[in-house]
């Protein structure tokens, strides 16, 4: 009676979280129809109607998504394209529910449909089959491939390269911090070039290395608490910079770094400029990923009728991955920062892709 | 007044009266001080210096105040009888209307008001839900979960797209809280830690991290625990209120008003999570991030399971789940890999305890092997991989509970559908 009711009670917790992890989406699979503003009715746009699905956070999240925003955002105004569709996914939805979602932007007539993130990797694959005649594209994957589907992906390695090489060089102690959000390969790319980077600079570096969770878990990217006791530890055992790859958890890593008195180095977006003022003094510099680059070039071959298929690189060489200087504070390592990228633009170094 | 013969039959206190002794202070510190030594051991032999050192104490602290104080919520619904997995969902309202409340005001303590304000409405619901129309617990709190994260996201892009900083998944920076520290000592208990003596530095290292930095609201959520004991089991509310929760139809014989105490119980359950969901947004991350809770509503449900409904059963489970949690967080591979020698050690303890002073010779030839089989992991690797640190937590939880063999004990009515008048 008594251990039946434990039981009950822990299946019910258990029922709980897997219920929430799974319908959580009803909640909150709410579209956002964003109304542009200053869209320019007058001029009757005549250009494609752009249908596009963000990760989890959406609009408005100051960097992954928000570049690829960004991206729409010109490509409407320069290429004058009537209003397109934004929909956004719900943390711990099911590949069903991203299907559903692509399949409603290809149902209702828009056409491309541009999915941001790896997340829809199997989504667009099936969507994508069902669809011959819209052209898709999918940002940071290269795994659905078809006939119709554009992979774009970055070299985010090559990135992460010159801000390791940049975190060794600014770093007094000798020791290097690098702080990933979930364990997935995507991630461990940017810990690879970080890792790459800074033992370029110095081989005997110590590189502190951790990542807030494990997949199927996903909770690491949204988890600014442990973002901040990982920072904290990272600094108290010596570590002086600290470069994250943890999208939402990020704001943490930068409060320790500032109560640490360390430095911190961003992600995606020019971090500098995005993070509270509070805080910012403490970013070093950020690996941008230009994902707006991506998007509108997509976008723009898309009118020129000029899409092609398949996987299409944005590395160090056509400045689709790349290092920020707001601030100023890698000025003066800026030279070295150059010869490194011109010497990966040559070939002549070769930043690898896995750890070890 | 019969109703006293309930609380007879459970021993009084804070900690769960083991079997055979009774937990008094100087039992309690003797533990705390073996435990610390230990700790000290295998620190020297490991390597491993930040298994006890300030700032992991700090970070375990504030790792544990939220899922605590979940517990807590979970511990005053359960005690009166109604079963409360909603505490994710009381806990996510308490992030948002923490935060929200902290930068409108600009005033982080109008913050924590409002987070608990807001997780007490998740609460009201719940009580509504369960008390008034007899809804089955579990479908009430799954449904405030699912809701409480669609609300906050709809609120979110209302109230936080347009500021600055802000956006629709999260918020701009909330002002900080007050740290205190004691005065005077934090700089020599430093020296005395980076000395690296055996127990002295640990136990320095244990003191900085209690006394040195310590956010107020830190030192309000601990204060909480003695307040729930204190008006749970020494004042005659408490009592009415646990007898709810035990047995609502002889309550209710002898004029206790059950609604009245469930809807009490439930509501104040929610404004303790709402805290803890403040606590993790104002102090813990000082900032509002849409799913930032990451379940710890469900493993505060769980800590007060561990503490066997009990506060200080649950401040145990809590404390030690944030601190194995700041180990792995911190220096993951090797503190990790230095706890699997401080287990085999306990092991290899309880062991020769079964034999010795309980001559349960199968249980120890159990413990001992589970002992040599731990030793020799730790001594065939050098590192612990990350796949496996990261659920160290909830992996030590687990071995806790499988080991200390407690009886748990819910209360008895706990998750039963009460009517008034059912009785007749």
């Known amino acids: 009676m008594l251990r039946n009711r434990v039981g009950r009670m822990a299946a019910g917790v258990l029922a709980g979280a897997m219920v929430t992890v799974g319908v959580a989406a009803c909640g909150g699979d709410s579209t956002t129809a964003t109304p542009a503003e200053g869209g320019s009715s007058a001029a009757a746009p005549t250009g494609a109607k752009v249908g596009l699905a963000y990760d989890i956070g959406g609009r408005g999240d100051q960097s992954f998504n928000d570049s690829a925003a960004a991206g729409l955002d010109k490509a409407k105004s320069e290429l004058k394209l009537p209003d397109p569709r934004e929909l956004t996914a719900s943390p711990g939805e099911t590949e069903a529910q991203k299907e559903e979602r692509l399949r409603l932007l290809a149902t209702s007539g828009y056409n491309p449909v541009v999915a941001v993130g790896f997340a829809y990797s199997g989504p667009v694959k099936k969507v994508a089959a069902e669809f011959p005649d819209v052209k898709f594209a999918i940002v940071d994957d290269a795994a659905a491939t078809g006939p119709n589907i554009s992979n774009l992906v970055f070299a985010e390695h090559e990135g992460s390269f010159l801000v390791g090489a940049a975190a060794a060089l600014k770093s007094t102690k000798n020791n290097v911090g690098f702080v990933g959000g979930v364990q997935v390969p995507l991630i461990q790319k940017f810990e690879a070039g970080f890792a790459a980077g800074a033992k370029a600079v110095n081989k005997d570096i110590t590189i502190q290395s951790k990542y807030l969770s494990q997949p199927p878990e996903f909770t690491g990217f949204n988890d600014p608490a442990k973002g901040k006791t990982v920072a904290e530890g990272m600094i108290d055992a010596g570590a002086d910079v600290v470069y994250h790859a943890a999208g939402g958890s990020g704001s943490g890593v930068f409060e320790a770094a500032k109560a640490g008195k360390a430095q911190a180095i961003g992600v995606d977006a020019d971090q500098a400029l995005t993070a509270d003022a509070a805080v910012k003094d403490v970013v070093m510099t950020s690996m941008l990923k230009k994902l707006d680059v991506a998007v509108y070039d997509f976008l723009k071959s898309f009118a020129a009728g000029t899409v092609k298929p398949g996987t299409t690189v944005y590395d160090l060489k056509v400045a689709g991955v790349d290092y920020s200087v707001t601030g100023g504070k890698v000025d003066d390592i800026k030279d070295k920062l150059e010869e490194y990228k011109q010497k990966i633009v040559s070939g002549e170094i070769k930043v690898p892709e896995t750890t070890s | ?424």
């Open chain 2, 1 to 424: 007044m019969t109703a006293t013969g309930l609380a007879a039959r459970q021993p009084t206190g804070t900690a769960p009266a083991a079997r055979g002794f009774k937990l008094t202070w100087p039992v309690v510190l003797l533990g705390v001080a073996g435990f610390l030594a230990l700790l000290s051991l295998v620190r020297i032999v490991t390597g491993a210096t930040d298994i006890a050192s300030g700032g992991t104490v700090s970070a375990a602290l504030s790792l544990a105040v939220p899922i605590g104080l979940a517990g807590l919520g979970g511990l005053w619904a359960e005690r009166a009888g109604v079963v409360n997995i909603g505490l994710e969902g009381m806990m996510i309202f308490g992030t948002w209307f923490g935060a929200w409340g902290a930068i409108v005001t600009g005033n982080p303590w109008a913050g924590v008001v409002a987070g608990a304000v807001g997780g007490l409405l998740g609460g009201l619901l719940h009580a509504v839900a369960t008390v008034t129309f007899g809804v089955d617990h579990i479908i009430s709190g799954v449904a405030i979960n699912i809701l409480a994260m669609g609300v906050v996201q709809y609120l979110s892009k209302l109230v936080f797209a347009p500021m600055r900083g802000g956006g629709e998944t999260q918020s701009p920076r909330i002002p900080g809280i007050d740290r205190i520290s004691l005065p005077g000592i934090g700089e020599p208990l430093r020296q005395v830690e980076s000395n690296g003596w055996f127990f002295v530095s640990d136990l320095a290292g244990v003191l900085r991290g209690l006394t040195q930095n310590v956010s107020l609201f830190t030192i309000l959520a601990i204060l909480l625990v003695p307040l729930s004991v204190f008006l749970l089991w020494r004042t005659a509310f408490g009592l009415r209120l646990r007898a709810c929760g035990e047995r609502p139809v002889a309550a209710e014989s002898l004029g206790v008003n059950v609604y009245t105490y469930k809807y009490l119980a439930v509501v104040v359950s929610g404004a303790l999570a709402g805290l803890g969901g403040a606590y993790l947004s104002i102090v813990a991350a000082g900032i509002y991030r849409e799913g930032q809770t990451g379940g710890r509503g469900y493993i505060g449900l769980a800590a007060m399971i561990f503490g066997n409904w009990r506060p200080g059963g649950l401040a145990a489970g809590s404390t030690l789940f944030g601190y194995t949690d700041a180990l792995q967080l911190r220096q993951g591979g090797t503190s990790v890999h230095a706890l699997l020698l401080f287990v085999a050690l306990i092991l290899a303890a309880v062991a020769v305890y079964q034999l010795v002073k309980q001559q349960r010779v199968r249980a120890a030839v159990i413990t001992a092997v589970s002992a040599a089989v731990v030793f020799t992991v730790f001594a065939v690797t050098d590192t612990v991989p990350e796949q496996f640190t990261s659920f160290t937590p909830h992996l030590t939880t687990l071995l806790v509970l499988a080991l200390a063999s407690q009886r748990l004990r819910p209360p008895a009515a706990d998750g039963v559908r009460y009517r008034k008048g059912q009785a007749k």
